[in-house]
């Protein structure tokens, strides 16, 4: 019976130097300490035994289990170890590598453009303002001076929500909210998107952008108003473009001007953008009408100003030389990407 507990320890002893799992281990416990496992069938047995021997034997399987336990626990120990190891050797991080490239998102040209037409315009004391782009019928045509029947309201132009309410199709809504709030003299801008109802094209889109500017002070002049816009211009452009000022019909400026400047795509010569003619559309602007200062709660016989819309995105395709309007909205990262 002692020589079988001894063989019981050495075949055990043997097989568990080349368990190398976890649950190859488990399984050697069972078959070895398990309710049906070697040592304690000899155990079960010890009835058989004669009876001076039983203390002895049952003394050396105790000792035996003990020391099956003991390597099964050590065992374990050296398993987990072991995989441990193993995931750090497989997973660890070569810092000095390369890292793969990863696609920075970058700023688009309107946006670009906006944010340093507006550092311009701050430098020379105006104020950046917002406002929303779902307008009230007062907010985008009434308080600019444009009654019912003006073709501007006209459906095709201007897309209408159910409840009245519409797409803003100029920024010029925003001057009327910040009369409200400013009192004069001052001088702001508001930039942002605006909608119209159109056929796309080379040089048109429904959504697009202005930024709007208004000058109000006491005794506010055509002169202030050319001066302003021709500071502008150099400071976009970084040199002096050629201009003309022709007479514009904006309801909400008397008089008003429509600014062009020589088309820098083709130089004047004639192109897609410019509709061959050489000169391209810029900005509307004007002396602002009494009827849209009364609207803002100014007193017209002591004050006057000037407002202007500059086109962002035709003045983004005149500075980056862009042919085509759609290029903007198209999400085409190889046209995009050109400005980061
Ligand atoms: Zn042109």
Redesign the pocket.
């Given at each position: 019976m002692k020589d079988k507990l001894d063989d019981i320890l050495k075949d055990f002893q043997n097989r568990v130097v080349s368990i190398s799992s976890i649950q190859k281990l488990e399984d050697l416990k069972v078959e070895f300490l398990g309710k049906k496992g070697a040592l304690t069938s000899v155990l079960k047995n010890l009835k058989n035994v004669a009876p001076e021997e039983r203390g002895i034997v049952g003394k050396l399987a105790n000792q035996i289990k003990v020391s099956i336990n003991g390597e099964i626990v050590a065992k374990r120990a050296e398993i987990e170890n072991n995989l441990v190891n193993e995931k750090i050797a497989s997973e660890w991080l070569d810092v000095t590598l390369n890292s793969s490239k990863s696609q920075l998102g970058g700023i688009h040209p309107i946006s670009k453009i906006q944010y340093e037409i507006e550092d311009i315009f701050m430098s020379l004391g105006f104020s950046v303002l917002d406002g929303p782009h779902i307008e009230t019928d007062y907010y985008n045509f009434e308080a600019l001076n444009i009654p019912a029947d003006h073709p501007a309201r006209d459906m095709q132009d201007t897309f209408y929500f159910d409840n009245g309410a519409i797409l803003r199709t100029h920024t010029s809504a925003i001057q009327v909210r910040g009369m409200e709030k400013i009192k004069p003299p001052f001088k702001v801008i508001g930039p942002g998107r605006v909608f119209r109802v159109e056929r796309t094209d080379a040089s048109h889109e429904a959504a697009f952008h202005q930024l709007e500017g208004m000058v109000v002070g006491e005794g506010i002049n055509v002169a202030n108003l050319i001066s302003t816009m021709k500071t502008l211009l150099r400071e976009i452009f970084k040199k002096d473009v050629e201009v003309r000022l022709r007479p514009g019909f904006f309801p909400f400026v008397e008089p008003g001007f429509e600014l062009d400047i020589s088309?820098l795509?083709?130089n004047?010569?004639?192109?897609s953008?410019?509709k061959q003619s050489?000169w391209?559309e810029l900005m509307p602007c004007g002396m602002v009408h009494p009827n849209v200062l009364k609207h803002g709660g100014i007193d017209t016989e002591k004050y006057s100003g000037f407002a202007f819309g500059l086109g962002m995105d035709r003045l983004v395709m005149m500075r980056y030389k862009i042919e085509d309007i759609r290029h903007f909205h198209s999400g085409d990262l190889r046209f995009s990407g050109q400005f980061v």
């Open positions: 088309c795509i083709c004047g010569k004639g192109c953008v410019c050489g391209v």
